[in-house]
């Protein structure tokens, strides 16, 4: 079974920086489009960041120029680099693949467990 094996996180201090991995494990053919998004308490999940296979990245709006995506095809890995960080990006962070192409089979809509990003003021 795909899993999606998220890392790092943790508390920084606002105008700090993070980075987040996640990789993807199983017996995998290609990925489309991998990201992130998050979700605050209260608030619905959102996302954050997007990058196609071919490398065409998608931000939201609340992180332009301040995070980036970046992709490992060959080792099926995304990474998630946050700069500036605010109180306001407190969330927990997901991985995200929309389609995984493995041996025989697709999976969708594949999700990692989440990883805590707090950002203190």
């Known amino acids: 079974q795909v899993q999606l094996v998220e890392s790092g996180g943790g508390s920084v201090q606002a105008g700090g920086s993070m980075t987040l991995s996640c990789a993807a494990s199983?017996?995998?053919?290609?990925?489309?489009?991998m990201g992130w998004y998050r979700q605050a308490p209260g608030k619905q999940r959102e996302s954050v960041a997007m990058?196609?296979?071919?490398?065409?990245?998608k931000y939201g709006d609340s992180v332009k120029g301040r995070f980036t995506i970046s992709r490992d095809n060959a080792k099926n890995r995304v990474d998630l680099q946050m700069n500036m960080l605010k109180p306001e990006d407190t969330a927990v962070y997901y991985c995200?693949?929309?389609?995984?192409?493995?041996?025989?089979?697709?999976?969708?809509?594949?999700w990692g467990q989440g990883t805590q990003v707090t950002v203190s003021s």
């Open positions: 995200y693949a929309d389609e995984i192409i493995l041996l025989g089979r697709f999976e969708y809509d594949v």
């Open positions: 990058v196609a296979s071919g490398g065409l990245t």
């Open positions: 199983g017996t995998i053919n290609s990925i489309n489009a």
